[in-house]
């Protein structure tokens, strides 16, 4: 096996459509849109890039493509953190040689401590998950269970945890959430529905809640608008979101979904929920979930990558949801 550095924009053609092919063989329509968001990201044109920078390796095993990471560095990261991003491999060996020569380009630009995989921000996809059977839903940072382990041989431990839920859309509680809406209706709160010419309009908005609720979350960057942009530019084609105002028109919260693509309309992902601080305890996340979840026309709701242990997610389809797949994020120390 032979591991060749790359930079942005000379990625060789067909390389990473082809691993993807071979690692999610038993999902092609997976490893199809996997391909497409990825190409995107990995662009030169990917905003991210005006603020951090990275370096990309393949691994070759032959003629095919076994291994792709990039090694990542971002100033608004914690002095000395760097990730290591957009990772697939073809078995343990070629994985191993892609990992120690990402964690070898951070050391060198004087990183010491890697978390991975992170596609450049936790704005994008991150996270590994470790189990749970084919089929992923649109939109899911679904792996190989192997990609765990794959981690820890080269020296990573756990670092976050996340998980995903499903809640049958026949007897879910959403539909009992009317009562939330109208509560809050009465005190002078307004909620716009947005499709997706309407969430371009309103992205500023979405972008500034979305900011401020998740600052508090590993690994978090303040994104820029721009990038926000960016990365939505690639799953924006359906989706749908709620915004709640308070009396006096500032945004308070919302929720954005999308149908599950790669089910026929069976599911209907609730991708991102956020409620600043000053609006919680007021019922607001059951309102959104129920002037969502009326709009959406699916036999199956997904509440997508949970932060583990977040209480009132979970209180939300109390005995109803059914998990489905964990997520890891891993650290590794380089000395």
Same mark, same amino acid.
């Given at each position: 096996? &032979? ?13 990473? $459509? ?36 990275? $370096?990309? !390796? ?29 990772? &697939? ?23 010491? %401590? ?47 945890? %996340? ?56 690994? !978090? ?48 992902? !609730? ?50 949801? $059914? ?13």
């Amino acid at each position: 096996m &032979e591991t060749k550095a790359y930079k942005t924009g000379d990625l060789p053609a067909g390389v990473l $459509e082809g691993l993807l092919a071979r690692v999610y063989a038993d999902s092609p329509a997976y490893a199809a849109a996997l391909a497409e968001e990825l190409s995107r990201q990995l662009s030169p044109d990917n905003p991210f890039l005006s603020r951090g920078s990275r $370096e990309g !390796f393949v691994v070759t095993d032959g003629a095919r493509p076994a291994a792709h990471a990039c090694a990542v560095t971002d100033p608004r990261l914690p002095p000395g953190a760097g990730l290591i991003g957009y990772f &697939e491999a073809d078995g343990p060996a070629a994985a191993r040689l892609v990992l120690d020569a990402a964690c070898a380009a951070l050391a060198s630009r004087g990183v010491r %401590r890697v978390y991975g995989p992170v596609n450049d921000t936790v704005w994008q996809r991150y996270g590994v998950s470790t189990g749970g059977p084919p089929p992923p839903y649109l939109g899911e940072p679904f792996t190989p269970a192997d990609y765990a382990a794959y981690f820890e041989a080269a020296g990573f431990v756990p670092a976050d945890r %996340r998980l995903t839920a499903a809640v049958d859309a026949e007897g879910s509680p959403f539909g009992s959430y009317a009562s939330a809406r109208a509560g809050l209706e009465a005190k002078g709160f307004s909620f716009v529905d947005l499709d997706e010419a309407g969430l371009s309009a309103r992205a500023a908005d979405l972008h500034g809640l979305a900011a401020e609720v998740f600052s508090g979350s590993p690994l !978090f960057v303040p994104a820029g608008l721009d990038e926000f942009l960016y990365m939505a530019g690639a799953r924006a084609a359906g989706s749908a979101a709620v915004l709640a105002e308070d009396a006096e028109g500032r945004p308070a919260g919302f929720l954005w979904g999308m149908p599950d693509g790669l089910s026929a309309g069976d599911n209907f992902v !609730f991708k991102t929920v956020a409620v600043l601080p000053a609006y919680r305890g007021l019922g607001l996340g059951r309102a959104l979930f129920w002037s969502l979840a009326s709009r959406a026309r699916a036999k199956r709701y997904i509440l997508s990558t949970m932060r583990y242990g977040n209480a009132g997610i979970t209180a939300l389809a109390p005995g109803g949801a $059914e998990p489905l797949r964990e997520y890891l994020t891993f650290r590794r120390e380089l000395c």
